[in-house]
T-cell receptor
Framework: QKEVEQDPGPLSVPEGAIVSLNCTYS??????FMWYRQYSRKGPELLMY????GNKEDGRFTAQVDKSSKYISLFIRDSQPSDSATYLC?????????FGAGTTVTVRA | EAGVAQSPRYKIIEKRQSVAFWCNPI?????LYWYQQILGQGPKLLIQ????????DSQLPKDRFSAERLKGVDSTLKIQPAKLEDSAVYLC??????????????FGPGTRLTVT
């Protein structure tokens, strides 16, 4: 069983739709939860991070963490074609990041 | 602020050949990471440096991979000899401690290696 599970998609939505992404994990020691965005042929860039359980909002992006269920989510409101990318969840207990496989999202104009 | 620089961006070699990748982290970042990202997978940590020292190299295939970080700045990752399964993107990242107590990692654009 992988430490972090993420549905690779692909996910295709019309412009303006809400994009919903999620990951599950098995390691109870994870305390920091991150979402990275990776455009084609680029390195990942940090979108949001959350410490422990709860919600965090940043503009059109909302991250949710439910440690009791070992489940994290990312919602993108009013999606734009520029949001088309691969979204990677990542988690950390001590110092090492464990990444999901990434979900490829396409927002159709 | 300049980002993490990597070179070359692309490399094609035959199996059993050698290859080296170079990384220049963001100025002042003490921690440097090398990741391997195979197509369709998330990045996997190969090695982590704190200044000159190795913090974690548990997933580095030491029979063929080596890495060094001289003077605590630039780093090189070498593969010798390469195998077909080494085809991947090799990402370098560096990090600093944020005001929130979190080490945020900044990634370079990666080197795409194809082994034929």
């Amino acid at each position: 069983q992988k430490e972090v599970e993420q549905d690779p998609g692909p996910l295709s939505v019309p412009e303006g739709a809400i994009v919903s992404l999620n990951c599950t994990y098995s390691n109870s020691a994870f305390q920091y939860f991150m979402w990275y965005r990776q455009y084609s042929r680029k390195g990942p860039e940090l979108l949001m991070y959350t410490y422990s359980s709860g919600n965090k909002e940043d503009g059109r992006f909302t991250a949710q963490v439910d440690k009791s269920s070992k489940y994290i989510s990312l919602f993108i409101r009013d999606s734009q074609p520029s949001d088309s990318a691969t979204y990677l969840c990542a988690m950390r207990g001590d110092y090492k990041l464990s990444f999901g496989a990434g979900t490829t999202v396409t927002v159709r104009a | 602020e300049a980002g993490v620089a990597q070179s070359p961006r692309y490399k094609i070699i035959e199996k059993r050949q050698s290859v080296a990748f170079w990384c220049n982290p963001i100025s002042g970042h003490a921690t440097l990471y090398w990741y391997q990202q195979i197509l369709g997978q998330g990045p996997k940590l190969l090695i982590q440096f704190q200044n000159n020292g190795v913090v974690d190299d548990s997933q580095l295939p030491k029979d063929r991979f080596s890495a060094e970080r001289l003077k605590g700045v630039d780093s090189t990752l070498k593969i010798q000899p390469a195998k077909l399964e080494d085809s991947a993107v090799y990402l370098c990242a560096s990090s600093s401690l944020t005001s929130g107590g979190y080490y945020e990692q900044y990634f370079g654009p990666g080197t795409r290696l194809t082994v034929t």
